[in-house]
């Protein structure tokens, strides 16, 4: 058996281990007089004025971070409720379109079975008051839907105008 102890090979030297190896530059200058750094007592008063604006910085940071993280959340909330409407107004919109396209349909198949031009008129006038009446109807709740939406959206950034002002007006 051999002895592994003996029988190591040297690593050979590569750039990287000859960048380890070389020895610590010494510090530039350390004796030349002009860059060294004189030894003097800081005045309380600037010692106390230095603190004082490092915790006002502190104070506005942590006054603009929680800005932030609540605009963040506003803005959050603004969106998914601007979603939420907008499928919920687009859900009626095909559902009014199925209703009048079912009721052109309809209209077609009766016109299409009339015998006398006295029943397609009545007919014809029966089918455009029913419409009219509904898309009345339907242009009512698309109305009521597009305010409640703008009402939803709005209510949140109104709150956040109020109390950023109320804020200004404590502060």
């Known amino acids: 058996m051999t002895d ?8 050979p030297k590569t750039r990287a281990t000859r960048a380890k190896a070389a020895p610590a530059a010494p510090a530039a200058f350390p004796d030349f007089e002009a ?14 004025t230095t603190e004082k604006g ?6 506005a940071y942590s006054k603009m971070k929680t800005a932030a993280e609540d605009a963040t ?24 379109a199925k209703t009048n396209a079912d009721a052109a349909f ?6 299409m079975s ?8 009545e007919l014809q006038s029966t089918f455009a008051r029913q419409q009219f009446d509904t898309l ?8 009521e839907l597009a305010t409640k939406l703008g009402t939803d959206v709005s209510a949140p950034v109104k709150e956040a105008m109020e109390k950023s002002f109320k804020d200004l007006k404590v502060n």
């Open 54 to 59: 490092i915790e006002n910085a502190r104070e």
């Open 106 to 111: 309809t209209f077609m198949k009766d016109i």
């Open 73 to 96: 959340d506003l803005m959050e909330d603004t969106f998914e409720t601007s979603r939420q409407g907008v499928v919920e107004f687009n859900h009626k919109a095909v559902d009014a």
């Open 35 to 48: 860059f060294a750094m004189p030894k003097m007592e800081v005045p309380a008063m600037f010692r106390e």
């Open 4 to 11: 592994a102890t003996t029988t190591e090979k040297a690593a």
């Open 136 to 143: 009345s109807a339907q242009s009512k709740e698309m109305h």
């Open 114 to 121: 009339v015998k006398t031009l006295a029943e397609a008129i």
